[in-house]
Antibody, heavy 124, light 107 residues
Framework: QVQLVESGGGLVKPGGSLRLSCAAS????????MSWIRQTPGKGLEWISY????????NYADSVKGRFTISRDNAKNSLYLQMSSLRAEDTAVYYC?????????????????WGRGTLVTVSS | EVVLTQSPATLSLSPGDRATLSCRAS??????LAWYQQKPGQAPRLLIY???NRATGIPARFSGSGSGTDFTLTISSLEPEDFAVYYC?????????FGQGTKLEIK
C-alpha cells in the first residue's frame, strides 16, 4: 500500500537550517508530482511547495520562497525539503503528499496520499 | 490569495443525522475544490476532488457539490467514525489554499 514517511524534523534555532526527507513506497513515485504542506494550530493547513515528476518545475508559496528548496530523487523514491533562515513562524508539522493524479493538471492538489508528518520547532 | 471560509466552525450532530458543510471562496475557483477529513493525530485524508468526485475508497454517503465560489460537502447519514475536522482546499488559483476547517462533533 502507499506509504509516505517523513523524517528530519526537530528543534532548531531561528536562522538555522534543517533538511526534511520523505520516503515513498507502494506506488510509482516518479509518476507523481509531490508537495510539502504544513500545519499549525494557529494558521491551519498551508501548502508550501510542489515539484514536478522530472524535477523540471518547482513552485513555492511566498512565505517560503527563497528560503526553502524542494527536491526529489526518483531513483531513491525520496522527496526532500531543505529549509534555511528558519523563523519562529515556520514551526509546524510538515507533511509530504502526492499531488494530482486525478485527471487534469497536477500541482496544487488534490493531495491524495499523505505521510504522518514531522514536527519542526524553531525556537531559541 | 483566495480565502476559503468554512461554515459552521463547529457542527454538533448525532449518528444517523445528515451533515451539510459549506465552503465559500473569495473568488471563483471553478470546480477545483477538494475536501479532506482529519482525525486527531492523523494526516488529512482526501474525500472529494474537483468539487464532486469521490476519491478511491470513500463511502457513497460522502458527496460534494458546487462550483465557482460556493461548495458543499454532504454526509448523508453520519457514522461514528465520521466525527472529525473537515477542510476544503482549492487549486484553481495560486497560491493553493485551505479553509480553516469545520469540526463535526457528536451531539
Amino acid at each position: 500500500q502507499v506509504q509516505l514517511v517523513e523524517s528530519g524534523g526537530g528543534l532548531v534555532k531561528p536562522g538555522g537550517s534543517l533538511r526534511l526527507s520523505c520516503a515513498a513506497s507502494g506506488f510509482s513515485f516518479s509518476d507523481y508530482y509531490m508537495s510539502w504542506i504544513r500545519q499549525t494550530p494557529g494558521k491551519g493547513l498551508e501548502w508550501i511547495s510542489y515539484i514536478s515528476t522530472t524535477i523540471s518545475f518547482t513552485n513555492y508559496a511566498d512565505s517560503v520562497k527563497g528560503r526553502f528548496t524542494i527536491s526529489r530523487d526518483n531513483a531513491k523514491n525520496s522527496l526532500y525539503l531543505q529549509m534555511s533562515s528558519l523563523r519562529a513562524e515556520d514551526t509546524a508539522v510538515y507533511y509530504c503528499a502526492t499531488d494530482g493524479g486525478y485527471g487534469g493538471n497536477p500541482g496544487g492538489g488534490p493531495f491524495g496520499f499523505w505521510g504522518r508528518g514531522t514536527l519542526v520547532t524553531v525556537s531559541s | 490569495e483566495v480565502v476559503l471560509t468554512q461554515s459552521p466552525a463547529t457542527l454538533s450532530l448525532s449518528p444517523g443525522d445528515r451533515a451539510t458543510l459549506s465552503c465559500r471562496a473569495s473568488q471563483s475557483v471553478s470546480s477545483y475544490l477538494a475536501w479532506y477529513q482529519q482525525k486527531p493525530g492523523q494526516a488529512p485524508r482526501l474525500l472529494i476532488y474537483d468539487a464532486s468526485n469521490r476519491a478511491t475508497g470513500i463511502p457513497a454517503r460522502f458527496s460534494g457539490s458546487g462550483s465557482g465560489t460556493d461548495f458543499t460537502l454532504t454526509i448523508s447519514s453520519l457514522e461514528p467514525e465520521d466525527f472529525a475536522v473537515y477542510y476544503c482546499q482549492q487549486r484553481g488559483n495560486w497560491p493553493y489554499t485551505f479553509g480553516q476547517g469545520t469540526k463535526l462533533e457528536i451531539k
